[in-house]
């Protein structure tokens, strides 16, 4: 019995079927096998750079999709990456990726930290990539040119300060420095020479220290970037940790504890000088306080003198305008008196002269003849009279004669006519 008929006695297929079934499984697969050498997919969050077979001409195809492979060499590319410089295992290699550092102290320290990588966006960019700058794949874009100018820009901003610096009050500073060299190209440096005093021995040391060299206006001088021109960007660089050599942190912590000494020593001086600025202060305030209140009395006083003596000087100018007034009224008077006066014996002359001063005259007779006629009214006389005559008649003659005398005495005196004028 043969092969053929113990195998189809056994399962009842002819053989021949078997072998249509054979060759048609060998024909699709190769069929398959040529159709990816035929075609290639470019899948979501990638590109491929396309070296054409036989020609060699490169090409991109930067979008999503399947594309005409005709044999040729497909390299895939990720669109973004992210760069790991890490110490853990974060990233895709479970070695210390950490990238080690030397500050100007001399002193050790691994960081470690993340970037996130953008690919070239352009068929230009990505092709010149590959073709002018030689990277076969994203994994030698990360290790020739991403690292290198992470780590160049670590290890000179480590350079421009000591690892305390670095530690606290310049931390903020590395950060930004690294970031601005990996962004823009390593800083242009110079170097210069101090003398500074170390702050655990306290003694006096020379060191040469590294300065960013800036242009006219103040901004940092590059070195030449080795990323421009790549279409590559870099962001969301972060710095996760500073692994410091065990010295290392021993000395920080020396250096700190020094510092720390240092400054509330400072802070100690200051504000016992405070305290003595204020108590100066106050001293002056009440200095001054004191001087204010005596020049302000001293001020009161030669205003109310200065207000007293204005008062006074207008009270005697007032009086004596008074006074002038006064005189001036009294001139007036004066003189309104002696006017009056000559005006009254003007005019008492012009009387007398018109009637002969009869008024008076007639005034002084009627006083003359009331006085005599007042001392005979009241002379004394006996109580009893016997005879008409002897010498009672002869008194009454003779007073009788007196008065008549008497009346033509004064009539001579005062001029006077008692005759009625025709």
Not at 34 to 42: A, F, P
Not at 354 to 374: C, H, S
Request: proline share 2%.
């Amino acid at each position: 019995m043969s092969l053929k008929s113990d195998f189809e006695e056994n399962t009842g297929i002819p053989i021949k079927l078997v072998a249509i079934v054979v060759v048609c499984i060998i024909a699709g697969i190769a069929a398959f096998a040529g159709l990816s050498s035929i075609t290639s997919t470019v899948d979501k969050g990638t590109y491929q750079i396309k070296q054409a077979a036989v020609v060699g001409t490169m090409s991109a195809h930067m979008e999503p999709g399947m594309y005409m492979r005709l044999w040729g060499d497909v390299a895939e590319w990720p669109r973004a990456e992210t760069f790991y410089f890490t110490h853990d295992e974060e990233g895709d290699d479970v070695n210390d990726q950490s990238i080690e550092v030397r500050f100007n102290d001399g002193s050790l320290c691994n960081i470690s930290g993340t970037l996130r990588v953008t690919m070239p966006t352009t068929d230009k960019e990505a092709i010149s990539l590959v073709k002018d700058d030689g990277f076969q794949a994203y994994r030698d874009v990360e290790q020739k040119l991403i690292l290198p100018t992470v780590r160049n820009a670590l290890r000179l901003t480590a350079n421009l300060m000591s690892a305390r610096e670095s530690y606290s009050e310049k931390r903020p500073d590395f950060n930004f420095f690294a970031w601005d060299q990996i962004q823009n190209g390593i800083y242009e440096t110079v170097e210069e020479t101090k003398e500074v005093t170390d702050t655990v021995t306290g003694e006096k040391v020379t060191k040469t220290f590294k300065r960013i060299k800036k242009d006219k206006d103040g901004n940092p001088i590059y070195q030449h970037n080795p990323l421009d021109g790549k279409g590559i960007r870099l962001a969301n660089f972060e710095i996760k940790s500073f692994q410091y050599a065990p010295e290392v942190k021993k000395q920080i912590s020396a250096q700190q504890k020094a510092y720390m000494a240092i400054a509330t020593a400072k802070a100690e001086a200051q504000q016992a000088e405070q305290s003595r600025l204020k108590e100066i202060a106050e001293g002056k305030s009440r200095v001054a306080k004191a001087e204010y209140q005596q020049e302000e009395q001293k001020i009161k006083a030669v205003v109310e003198a200065q207000k007293e003596k204005e008062v006074a000087i207008l009270s005697a100018e007032k009086e004596k305008e008074t006074a002038k007034l006064k005189k001036e009224a009294a001139g007036f008077y004066k003189q309104e008196q002696v006017l009056r006066g000559q005006g009254d014996a003007a005019y008492k002359k012009a009387v007398m002269t018109a009637d002969g001063a009869l008024k008076q005259k007639l005034e002084t007779f009627e006083r003359v003849q009331q006085m005599w006629a007042n001392a005979y009214a009241t002379r004394k006389v006996p109580h009893a009279i016997v005879a008409s005559g002897g010498a009672n008649g002869d008194q009454d003659a003779a007073m009788t004669g007196f008065q008549q005398l008497m009346t033509t005495m004064a009539l001579q005196n005062l001029g006077l006519d008692m005759k009625i004028q025709k």
